[in-house]
Antibody, heavy 124, light 110 residues
Framework: QVQLHQWGAGLLKPPETLSLTCAVY????????WNWIRQPPGKGLEWIGE???????NYNPSLKSRVTISVDTSKNQISLRLSSVTAADTAVYYC??????????????????WGQGTLVTVSS | QSALTQPASVSGSPGQSITISCTGT?????????VSWYQQHPDRAPKLMIY???NRPSGLSNRFSGSKSGNTASLTISGLQAEDEADYYC??????????FGTGTKVTVL
């Protein structure tokens, strides 16, 4: 049973850099893309980006200039950095397992399971 | 990429069926059979309910079903129960290695 546990700083000031980490326990780490998704308070979900074990990334074009997702395969962890944050970046940030790394295993274009979520508040 | 369009709210009485729509474009919903649906209770992480338009994860109630026609996908909840009261989000792969979510629908059980 795969479980995702995430952590990071919960209160930031503009224009600091947001930094979160997500650890994957159980199951295969290398066979999937791992995603970051966020949800502003009272609003909908927004896909941020994804990374696989070899460091291949895909980003939401609207955030691409400020986002860096990295991977540490020795610890089965992924990390999110979002630079120059503003109040608009206040949200609950989730990590989630996504698609297969290789088409050999088929096609998987959904998010499951999810981490518990981390609330990040940006306020001056 | 614009968010997929969902109704803000849908309601129904216990035992009834309700349907939530999710409208996109030919670049996302209409162009791929990779629509998924998520249920989110307050202060909880989203939970996968439907993937690949109409497939249910193992163990999930068959009261939940999905379909698609053109650029619009739909989630139907039959035999509505109190525990179904939650927010529901659709998501679609866009074909350019990115994903887009719907605006979200609040389901109320009357």
């Amino acid at each position: 049973q795969v479980q995702l546990h995430q952590w990071g700083a919960g209160l930031l000031k503009p224009p600091e850099t947001l930094s979160l980490t997500c650890a994957v326990y159980g199951g295969s780490f290398g066979g999937y893309y791992w995603n970051w998704i966020r949800q502003p308070p009272g609003k909908g979900l927004e896909w941020i980006g994804e990374i696989n074990h070899s460091g291949s990334t895909n980003y939401n074009p609207s955030l691409k200039s400020r986002v860096t997702i990295s991977v540490d395969t020795s610890k089965n962890q992924i990390s999110l950095r979002l630079s120059s944050v503003t109040a608009a970046d206040t949200a609950v940030y989730y990590c989630a397992r996504g698609s297969y790394t290789s088409g050999f295993f088929g096609v998987r274009k959904y998010f499951d399971p999810w981490g518990q979520g981390t609330l990040v508040t940006v306020s001056s | 990429q614009s968010a997929l369009t969902q109704p803000a709210s849908v309601s129904g009485s216990p035992g009834q069926s309700i349907t939530i729509s999710c409208t996109g474009t030919s670049s996302d919903v209409g162009g791929h059979n990779y629509v998924s649906w998520y249920q989110q209770h307050p202060d909880r992480a989203p939970k996968l309910m439907i993937y690949d338009v109409s497939n249910r994860p193992s163990g999930l109630s068959n009261r939940f079903s999905g379909s698609k026609s053109g650029n619009t996908a739909s989630l139907t909840i039959s035999g509505l129960q109190a525990e179904d009261e939650a927010d529901y989000y659709c998501s679609s792969y866009t074909g350019s290695s990115t994903y887009v979510f719907g605006t979200g629908t609040k389901v109320t059980v009357l």
